[in-house]
């Protein structure tokens, strides 16, 4: 025993000379476990493993996304549970909405803004905000256009604002919600498929009718190339926010079934923003004939009205 002591003395001892020879020398203890660098174990991985984690979400959002399913929620039928789909602050907004205006290619819009909060306050507005300018802007251009006619009275049409809000806020809820319903389907099928949740579908179409708020303003314009070149030029960005959003998820899936879900999604959109134009904007001038108003010497007087 007395030898073993003595040992570990000496042993103690030169370390302590190493120590005071190179103060900056690092120890490393035999009880502690050795870490693996981070850029090591990356470099471990597959190379095109990264990409894909980047592009659907499934790194550390799914991390994020299992802590944040452990946090106790309030139940739905108190003010406190839907108070959570609000907390949002302005720059957060702002800032989806610059994403969702410049799209960056081969970023997933999910990924970038939504996923670590998602919200309806966003979507809320703007689609509120799409449906006044649509109607309002209807009505003004409908005024343009027949400015300078005798026989033109200008009427404020409100219910273009029933239907504009009719129109946009099933668009932005019924469609993430069959969207969503498919891709839960789909996941079903193959294990690959990345579902989004209902929530985050909603704000990747809330947030992409933005483009059409100040396109709608500019369809004002009295020509229809003007207006058809703005639709073109908003479906490209608005479009390719959904595409980029929505083809890593189902990617993995049938090609045929891949390519007609990303072209559905594409034509519903682009029929609410052709369907908007053609009703609102370049809808037919009716007729509407006047009442008959009698005289006093007996004759009729007939006047035309449009």
């Keep these: 025993i007395a030898c073993l002591v003595m040992y570990l003395f000496a042993e103690f001892d030169d370390a302590a000379n190493l120590l005071a020879a190179n103060p900056d020398a ?8 050795v870490e693996i660098p981070k850029n090591q174990h990356s470099h471990l991985q597959e190379p095109g493993r990264e990409e894909d984690d980047e592009l ?7 991390k994020t ?14 003010f406190e549970y839907y108070q959570t789909f609000f907390d949002v602050d302005t720059y957060q907004v702002l800032d989806r909405i610059k994403g969702s205006v410049f799209p960056v290619p081969g970023k997933n819009f999910v990924r970038l803004y939504i996923r670590s909060n998602p919200d309806l306050y ?29 026989t033109y009275h200008y009427v404020p049409e409100f ?3 029933s239907i504009a809000a009719t129109t946009i806020y099933a668009y932005a809820w019924l469609v993430p919600l069959a969207l969503w319903g498919f891709l839960m389907w789909r996941n079903s099928k193959v294990m ?9 579908i909603v704000c990747v179409y809330g947030y992409s009718l933005f ?3 100040p396109t709608a303003i500019l369809w004002i314009i009295p020509q229809k190339v003007v207006r058809w070149v703005l639709v073109v030029f908003s479906l490209c960005l608005s479009g390719s926010v959904l595409v980029m959003t929505f083809w890593p998820a189902v990617r993995d899936d049938n090609r045929r079934i891949a390519v007609a879900t990303v072209a559905t ?42």
């Design 122 to 150: 966003g979507p809320f507005w703007i689609c509120a905000t799409l449906v006044f300018t649509i109607a309002v802007s209807g009505n003004l251009s409908n005024f343009f256009i027949h400015l300078g006619k005798p």
């Design 211 to 213: 483009i059409y708020i």
């Design 192 to 200: 690959n498929i990345v579902s989004y949740s209902f929530l985050e």
């Design 159 to 161: 219910r273009k604002v």
């Design 65 to 78: 996304e299992l802590l944040a399913g452990q946090k106790k929620s309030a139940p739905f039928w108190t």
């Design 56 to 62: 659907l979400g499934t790194d550390d959002s799914d």
């Design 26 to 33: 690092t120890t490393i203890s035999i009880d502690e476990p």
């Design 265 to 306: 999604i594409l034509l519903l959109h682009a029929l609410l923003a052709v369907g908007c134009l053609a009703y609102f904007f370049d809808a037919p001038e009716l007729d509407i004939p006047a009442p008959i108003i009698p005289a006093h010497n007996g004759t009729t007087v007939i006047t035309k009205s449009h």
